[in-house]
Nanobody, 123 residues
Framework: QVQLAESGGGLVQAGGSLRLSCAGSGQTFSRNTWGWFRQGPGKERELVAAISWSGNTHYADSVKGRFTISRDDAKNTVYLQMNRLKLDDTAVYYC?????????????????WGQGTQVTVSS
């Protein structure tokens, strides 16, 4: 059974940093595309960042230059380093994996999801 487990969320002041981790189990994810999504209060779930099996990346405009996605296939893990956090970054963050080599921006194209981790940015 495939499972994704996020960790690293929490409460941080604006301008601070957090690193999220997502560990996959039940299969090898080296040929999958990983994505980090978030859903803020009253908002739709949106793609924050994605990374393909070859290391190509995509970022939402709102996080470019502040967030970095990376993967460690030996550990079946994807990371999201979040720097210079803003109040608007407050959300539940989800990792997801897609059985494809290609990055896709839509939530419906991802096959596996974690349960989410809360990130709260305070002023």
């Amino acid at each position: 059974q495939v499972q994704l487990a996020e960790s690293g969320g929490g409460l941080v002041q604006a301008g601070g940093s957090l690193r999220l981790s997502c560990a996959g189990s039940g299969q090898t994810f080296s040929r999958n595309t990983w994505g980090w999504f978030r859903q803020g209060p009253g908002k739709e779930r949106e793609l924050v960042a994605a990374i393909s099996w070859s290391g190509n990346t995509h970022y939402a405009d709102s996080v470019k230059g502040r967030f970095t996605i990376s993967r460690d296939d030996a550990k079946n893990t994807v990371y999201l380093q979040m720097n210079r956090l803003k109040l608007d970054d407050t959300a539940v963050y989800y990792c997801a994996a897609r059985r494809s080599w290609v990055i896709d921006l839509s939530t419906s194209s991802y096959d596996y999801w974690g349960q989410g981790t809360q990130v709260t940015v305070s002023s």
